[in-house]
């Protein structure tokens, strides 16, 4: 085995044992979650795990920036420099929109996830702004070329790609039929809030 097929191979492993931990978290929560169980699941023995992850709290780490990053990919599916503003808000809220839908229980696993014990926190939070940077500097470019509102950065994201997160959920809970059309309607209406009504009068 050459130099590059041994490290594929170590990297699908670890990618292997952080699929299965997600399958196992989300069926017993943390408090139930065991080295043993994610073993089985993962088809590993459980001194395999130790290899990859010191402990449960640092799998658990490493599983909230793997979520964040695949969740990330999703989002980002077809981004191009070249896109629109509106090309690419549309894209991304549409994607954010599917990405819940093809997977509910990551959402669920990120509110758990966050309250988990001996996690750094600050470490995650600067993991996830910096695989969704692409997101960030276009709110920001919005907010500091005037044509957004001068909203916090955070507070734009709240009005309108939540949106599309917030819908997903009420598909989930069987409140929601989806229709394309009032998809759209509701994305629109949810980038219009966040415009600059006198950006056009800017000089």
């Known amino acids: 085995m050459n130099v590059h097929s041994f ?3 170590l990297m699908n492993k670890r990618t292997q044992i952080l699929i299965a931990a ?6 017993r929560g943390f408090y139930a979650f065991s080295m043993q169980n994610l073993a089985n699941t993962a088809g590993v023995a459980a001194g395999t795990i130790y290899r990859y992850f ?3 709290e640092a799998l658990m780490n490493e599983l909230q920036k793997f979520i964040r990053e695949e969740s990330a990919n999703s989002v980002f599916s077809g981004w191009q420099d ?4 509106k090309q690419k808000y549309d894209l991304v809220w549409q994607n954010a929109f599917d990405c819940v839908l093809a997977n509910p229980r990551r959402l669920t696993l990120i509110e758990m996830l966050h309250f988990v014990p001996n996690i750094d926190q600050a470490e995650i939070t600067a993991f996830e702004n910096d695989v969704f940077k692409p997101l960030i500097d276009f709110y920001q470019h919005g907010i500091d070329t005037k044509k957004f509102l001068d909203w916090q950065l955070f507070a734009l994201v709240a009005a309108s790609l939540d949106t599309s997160i917030s819908l997903a ?3 989930i809970q069987g ?3 989806p229709d394309q059309k009032q ?3 509701v994305r629109d209406a949810s980038w219009a809030i ?3 009504p006198h950006f056009n009068q800017q000089d």
């Open 7 to 9: 490290l594929s191979n």
């Open 22 to 27: 997600e399958t196992v978290l989300a069926q």
């Open 54 to 56: 010191a402990s449960k």
């Open 82 to 85: 070249s896109l629109s503003d």
């Open 169 to 171: 959920k009420q598909v």
């Open 175 to 177: 409140r929601l039929i």
């Open 183 to 185: 998809l759209d309607q």
């Open 194 to 196: 966040i415009q600059n």
